[in-house]
């Protein structure tokens, strides 16, 4: 995608969630790789919620896409 001209990425899915049914799901070390690879503004997504966020953002990540997670409010100056 990058290669290709892409002006952004979406990442995943990162976590199991109720709109993804995948027999793995790579998590924050492939998130990690992304972070070290690409330069583009990239959004995580798939099953991230409060439980998890932080290991994303650990990863290297400050944008996400969410549907249905919530308690994230919180986080909101943490987020791009």
Request: a negative charge.
């Amino acid at each position: 995608a990058v290669l290709a001209g892409a002006d952004y990425l979406g990442c995943g899915p990162c976590f199991p969630s109720q709109t993804k049914t995948f027999d793995t799901f790579p998590g924050p070390a492939f998130l990690r790789e992304v972070a070290a690879e690409i330069s583009l503004p990239a959004f995580a997504i798939g099953g991230i919620n409060s439980a998890n966020i932080e290991e994303v953002i650990a990863a290297g990540f400050g944008r996400v896409a969410v549907s249905g997670a919530g308690g994230l409010a919180e986080l909101k100056g943490r987020l791009r």
